[in-house]
């Protein structure tokens, strides 16, 4: 369960709205711009690289962009910024495979058992 501060400065959202007098239809914080404007060319290039054309208009581009800014900031709060839902992504997907090869552990066994009548 979420509680919700009670500090406006968590309230407080830097949202772009648009031009003077044309207000755009969906209100995006500055930080999903910015974002968007990165994956962009950087779809276009992975697109590049396995297609070797680059498209007059990149609609698949822009959609997975789009598709990638909001899955990315579904998971952002005020206590958890955009490039810390990045790097935790990039770190999960890095390092939590399984090793190929099953590692057992080593076994103690007891091959001697002395007993002693008195302390050392």
Not at 26 to 32: E, G, N, S, T, V
Not at 94 to 101: F, L, S
Not at 107 to 120: D, Q, Y
């Amino acid at each position: 369960m979420r509680l919700r501060t009670d500090d406006d400065i968590y309230r407080a959202r830097l949202v772009y709205l648009g031009p003077p007098g044309y207000t755009l239809p969906m209100h995006l914080p500055y930080a999903q711009y910015g974002m968007f404007v990165l994956l962009v060319p950087l779809f276009v290039f992975l697109h590049y690289l396995i297609t070797f054309q680059i498209d007059a208009f990149p609609a698949w581009e822009i959609a997975l962009a789009m598709v990638t800014t909001s899955y990315v900031f579904r998971h952002v709060d005020p206590d958890r910024p955009a490039r810390m839902v990045i790097r935790t992504a990039l770190t999960d997907w890095r390092r939590t495979r399984e090793p190929a090869v099953e590692q057992r552990d080593p076994r103690l066994v007891a091959t001697r058992i002395r007993v002693r009548e008195e302390l050392v």
